[in-house]
């Protein structure tokens, strides 16, 4: 009977600390001191983006057009648009990347 039980509270203590469910939104703000505002929700699930929503780009000088959201893998998003001031375009990349756990926003 003891063996049953310990047997069944170790099942039970396995399952329970083995299988962590780690969905998360998260909202970055990430700006361009002087040039631009990126904000955007990201939809994560275990080791993964799962979407990208309400994305917005927001301009100090010009504006910003041919927005969109380009998936390298399951765990890298790249944002792309180009932002144009007078007669100059530059073209802007965003790459948002999950990395255990870890979200990394960098510029190129």
């Known amino acids: 009977m003891k063996k049953t039980i310990l ?6 203590t396995w399952l329970g600390l083995g299988s962590s469910a780690q969905a ?3 909202h970055v ?3 361009s ?7 955007c929700d990201v939809v994560t699930s275990g080791h993964q983006l799962k979407q ?3 994305v917005t780009i927001k301009t100090v ?11 390298e893998n399951a765990r890298t998003v790249h944002v ?3 932002r ?3 007669a100059l375009a530059y073209h802007e990349d965003v790459k948002i990347r999950l990395n255990k756990g870890q979200l990394y926003v960098t510029t190129s």
Do not use: C, P
């Not at 047997?7 to 039970?12: D, E, G, M, N, P």
């Open 61 to 71: 000088l010009g504006s910003a057009s041919n927005q969109h959201v380009q998936r």
């Open 7 to 12: 047997s069944t509270l170790t099942i039970i």
């Open 52 to 54: 990208l929503k309400n």
């Open 80 to 82: 792309k648009f180009t």
């Open 29 to 31: 703000h990430h700006s």
């Open 24 to 26: 998360a939104t998260l």
């Open 33 to 39: 001191f002087g040039s631009w505002k990126l904000d």
């Open 84 to 86: 144009h001031i007078a």
